[in-house]
């Protein structure tokens, strides 16, 4: 806006100078502040306060809480950003025991002796704005008018519901809502008054003090449940509802956190403990660096703190790749300047380490150099979880995994997508963007983290690897493996124990080594497989699944390739090509080159689709495509195996 539509600021300026509007604070890019470390929260909040102050001299007092998620020593960090109020909804006040007849108003609370004050947004008013007639809205106003003179009533939502939402643009702008809805309040202007949140705080004493628990709005409650008690969740509030006086005790079925998201989605808790990494190394500069060598990267950081990539609701949000994507940019290219900062391969080309990144209890092993960090979990097979190409600021992997969703159930009643109609909140719409959706309701065993091994029956086809029907054996597949070896830039992983798949009858021993080779103008990325078959016969395939993900997949700038042929990267099916297999994006400007060594009998080719809800309906996402080289064996006791795929990053710029 500043850059594009400047003379939109000057009228608000206007307008805040008028009196005619408050400018609220809160976090510059729009984190969930409880997410983030307390020096990033202080950043966040001065960030968007000296902005304001800086376009439209005026220092905000409030300040807005993405998603309005609240826990309990938020008030601290508030206070210490000099946030004199903030706004929350009124479940989060009625979760706590206050009464529904008190929330017309505002209370005071603290943490450590922190105070901050906080307001109520009324979920009355969300539900009814813009989507009932303005009769009903003014009913409601009237009613707690008589009930409760000189009252606050006040609603705090986005404003994607003003036009961006199905259908809205037609009824809040064409069919005159929001003009109505002004004039309608102007014309009752004898008993409805519309008043700036810090004009009332400054005339009205706090209703009380109150306490907030963990909440946030009922929709995100919903949301981050997993799936199992959010369908107890969700037949505990219709039973409730259907009892006689059941909407007094709705208000204490509060469980859970926005944290829970972490723990629901394996992919959110990756990213949220790279950024957690990211920040701890701006943290840990030296406090000789120079402050305006920090700015800019410290600025990317903060972006990538951005919330919408760290959740899933009934917007795409962690199912958007590009908004993952968005989120990963930022960090890798921070994460690039701070090598430069630190000086971190001046004296070792590569450099690695083992630590728990992702808090789950197992180390993983990250490994980086000047232009790539990949991430090795051993926990997980040995497989690959990030990839970053730092000329590219990309994260090569940034797939998710396909899982069964409590709403995956309505979609079978869902109708297309309309753009009239009625006019429904998008929280009542039940509608698909395209018809056959369910047939991509595949659900997968593990993480879509790249170099997993697939042990499997020699009967099995392309078709099974589609269709994940390959039946191969979890223990390699998924297992943990040991770290055995370490070099410079070479680790090798092992695991050894029986072997089930059909027609086999054998004990192995399994070797996974990684290799990292940097050369003048490429990356290369290998894994070297050794298969020893310790006791036993039998005749099997095994696969070797890449996972990547170039987010456009049927973009004509983003490609398979080799000598002969060329097809988009939502192709899928069987290639019988020694020869190696290229990705291109043209995009982003780099070439990945796919090499197997010996050669594999097959490369198999499969995208990978989520079903989602989005403000439109359902949605098939792109999530990447599994790319898997399979070589046929017949092994029998003190036979050795060896096989290699190696990917190799080139940037084309």
């Known amino acids: ?38 020096r990033d929260r202080q950043a966040q909040i001065a960030r968007l306060r000296d902005f304001v102050k800086g376009h439209f001299g005026v220092s905000p007092r409030g300040a807005w809480l993405a998603e309005r998620v609240w826990e309990p020593e938020l008030p601290r960090s508030l206070a210490a950003a000099e946030v004199e109020y903030t706004l929350v909804d009124d479940n989060h006040f009625l979760s706590a025991g206050v009464d529904p007849e008190e929330v017309y108003g505002y209370y005071s609370t603290d943490s450590e ?60 702008y064409e069919e005159h809502w929001l003009d109505d809805f002004f004039s309608a309040v102007e014309s009752n202007r004898s008993w409805l008054r519309c008043t700036r949140a810090c004009d009332y705080l ?27 008690a959010a369908e107890a969740y969700a037949e505990a509030l219709g039973r409730l509802q259907q009892l006689e006086g059941g909407q007094r005790y709705l208000r204490f079925l509060n469980p859970g956190s926005w944290r829970n998201f972490l723990a629901k989605y394996s992919e959110a808790n ?23 060598e920090k700015k800019a990267p410290y600025a990317l950081l903060l972006a990538a703190q951005c919330n919408d990539a760290y959740w899933h609701g ?25 090598d430069k900062l630190e000086k971190s391969f001046e004296q070792d080309a590569v450099r690695w ?3 728990d990144l992702t808090r789950n209890g197992r180390p993983d092993l990250e490994v980086c150099s000047e232009r790539i960090n990949f991430l090795i979990r051993p926990s997980d097979g040995a497989t690959v979880a990030a990839i970053h190409y730092k000329p590219a600021c990309v994260n090569l992997v940034n797939s998710l995994r396909r899982r069964p969703e409590v709403y995956h159930k309505k979609l079978s009643q869902a109708t297309p997508s309309q753009n009239r109609g009625e006019l429904r909140s998008i929280h009542d719409r039940v509608e698909a963007k395209e018809e056959g959706l369910s047939r991509y309701l595949l659900y997968d ?71 990292l080779n940097s050369e003048k103008d490429s990356e290369r990325l290998s894994c070297q497989m050794q298969v020893k078959c310790l006791q036993g016969a039998g005749r099997f395939r095994l696969g070797l699944e890449i996972i990547l993900n170039l987010l456009a997949g049927h973009a004509p700038d983003r490609y398979y390739s080799t000598s002969s042929w060329r097809e988009n990267l939502e192709w899928a099916g069987e290639l019988q090509y020694s020869v190696p297999l290229n990705l291109v994006d043209e995009w982003l400007k780099i070439s990945l080159e796919l090499t197997t060594n010996p050669p594999c009998q097959f490369w198999w080719l499969c995208p990978t689709f989520t079903v989602s809800q989005s403000e439109e309906g359902f949605e098939k996402v792109y999530q990447g495509s599994g790319i898997m080289p399979v070589w046929e064996l017949n092994l029998k006791t003190a036979d050795c195996w060896e096989a290699a795929l190696e990917l190799a990053l080139r940037s084309l710029s």
């Open 1 to 38: 806006m500043e850059r594009d539509h400047p003379e939109y600021l000057t009228r608000l300026r206007k307008l805040s100078e008028a009196g005619r509007v408050e400018l609220m604070g809160g976090g510059f890019y729009e984190p969930i502040l409880i997410s983030i470390p307390e």
């Open 113 to 172: 002796g922190y105070l901050v004050d906080v307001i109520p947004g009324l979920q009355s008013l969300r539900y009814l704005i813009p989507w009932r007639p303005i009769s009903e809205v003014l009913a409601m106003l009237s009613r707690v008018s008589q009930a409760h003179p000189n009252s606050l009533v006040t609603m705090g939502d986005d404003l994607e519901k003003f036009g961006s939402w199905p259908q809205t643009y037609h009824s809040v």
């Open 445 to 515: 065993r593990y993480d879509r983290n790249a170099f997993r091994s697939y042990f499997f029956s020699a009967n099995k086809a392309w078709r099974d690897f589609q269709m994940l029907q390959l039946e191969e054996s979890p223990e390699w597949a998924g297992a943990e493996y040991a770290l055995a070896e370490t070099g410079k830039a070479e680790w090798l992983f092992v695991r050894s124990g029986p072997l089930s798949v059909p027609g086999t009858n054998m004990h192995l021993q399994f070797e996974k080594q990684f290799r």
């Open 202 to 228: 400054d005339s009205h004493a706090p209703l009380g003090r109150v306490y907030l628990p963990t909440a946030s709005y009922r929709e995100m409650i919903e949301w981050w449940l997993p799936r199992p």
């Open 314 to 338: 009934v917007f795409g949000g962690l199912y958007a790749p590009h908004l993952r994507h968005a989120a990963y940019s930022r960090l890798i290219e921070a994460d690039a300047i701070l």
């Open 270 to 292: 990756l990213l949220h403990k790279q950024m957690l990494a990211v920040s701890k190394r701006f943290k840990e500069l030296p406090s000789s660096t120079p402050a305006r």
């Open 353 to 355: 380490k083992q630590f």
